[in-house]
């Protein structure tokens, strides 16, 4: 099975996240969403609310799993059979760091492969660090968030959800 993974902290996931994720699972048989797990960061959200909440925003992809993990991700990748890693890209000044990164983990693990996606043009602005700030000052999000995580982040910040200006879909 080609099989690749798809890593991130998604705190919180975006639909920019969800784009590439999309993408992503029309090339590959199974994509792993792989939500790191950093003690040394610290999240709005827990790994498991972070896993939950892409578990529900991801459901209607029937090739995606869900899962966390800690540690390195070249031996992560290795114990699920990955053959490439994903990585969302949205604007040059994010080539920089994910080269690095890329580079890095090919020299731990030579075969395994970085594949840089880019999310749809509505959707190459939005960071989930945007996302929390707007958010947090009681703005709208639901043009970058799924539904499950605009309600989340509200609750989190304590601010009603403004469904009057989610799009219909």
Known sequence: MLRALYP?????ITNGHLDVLARAARLFEEVIVAV?????????????ERVKLLEESTSHLKNVKVTSFEGLLVDFA??????AVIRGLRAVSDFEFEFQ??????S???????LFLMPCEEYSYISSRMV???ARLGGT???????CVEAALHKRFGARTQDTERPQT
């Open 101 to 106: 990164m890329a580079l890095m983990n090919r």
């Open 8 to 12: 991130g902290s998604f705190d919180p």
């Open 36 to 48: 790191a797990h950093n003690d040394s960061k610290q999240a709005l959200f827990t790994t498991q």
């Open 141 to 147: 999000v639901s043009r970058f968030v799924p539904q």
């Open 78 to 83: 290795r114990s699920q059979g990955a053959k």
């Open 132 to 134: 929390k700030e707007v």
């Open 108 to 114: 731990l693990e030579p075969n395994l492969e970085a």
